[in-house]
């Protein structure tokens, strides 16, 4: 039991280290984007930035990307400091046409420690700015819903989604940004996730990306179409 404890004490110690080297995870996607070609002429190379909700799109329904010029750049539990950092490597680099950038509640949950709303948007703001500044078309997206974070209960996160996505969404409007609406149709009475849509009321099942993948396909049209 002691070699047991003293083992899992090494291990945190070396991932809390890792994590401290490389704090937005550059490490993640660094071989996947060093082996990555241009994109072919004509191709509309969309880019997917975001935390495990993006992630586990591909795990949870890798159809959706299939054959498609789609890359996946979410990873779990980053909040939007994080994501901002990587952003020139993960996004900007790739060359896509379109980036789709959902982002927020892992900040809300205080996964790098506390963050204001205002906060939360302008680190959004700064990534729609960063990908505007280099010929990218951005697709902004709602926070998904979420009444508690089973990794951290009692954070009460359903008012402040609601009102970050408002915050959002009038970023959006006043830019002339496309936003597409996961919440509005994904929530539920409590202004969370029903449980056949996200198990965990976080984390969407194949169920609830089929819920989202034709308002994004709707999204990308519309931004490869716009000006």
Known sequence: MKNNAL??????????????????????????????APPAKGENRIVFMGNSITEGWSKVNPEFFEGKPYINRGIS????????????ADVINLKPAVVIILAGT???????????????????????ELAQANGIKVVLSSTLPAYDYPWK????????????????????????????????????????LPTELAKDGVHPTKAGYNVMEPLAEAAIAKALKSK
């Open 153 to 192: 209960p009692g954070m009460e996160p359903a008012p402040k989604i609601v009102a970050l996505n408002k915050m959002i969404k009038a970023y959006a409007d006043k830019n002339k940004i496309i936003y597409v609406d996961y919440f509005s149709a994904m929530v539920d009475d409590r202004d969370g």
């Open 7 to 36: 083992l899992l004490t090494i291990v945190m110690l070396f991932s809390s280290q890792a994590f401290a080297q490389d704090w937005p995870n550059f490490a993640k996607y660094r071989e996947q984007n060093a082996a990555l």
């Open 106 to 128: 892992n900040d809300i949950a205080g996964n790098t420690g506390p963050s204001t709303l205002e906060m939360i948007a302008d680190n959004i703001y700064s990534m729609v």
């Open 77 to 88: 539990g980053q909040t939007t400091p994080q994501m901002l950092v990587r952003f020139r």
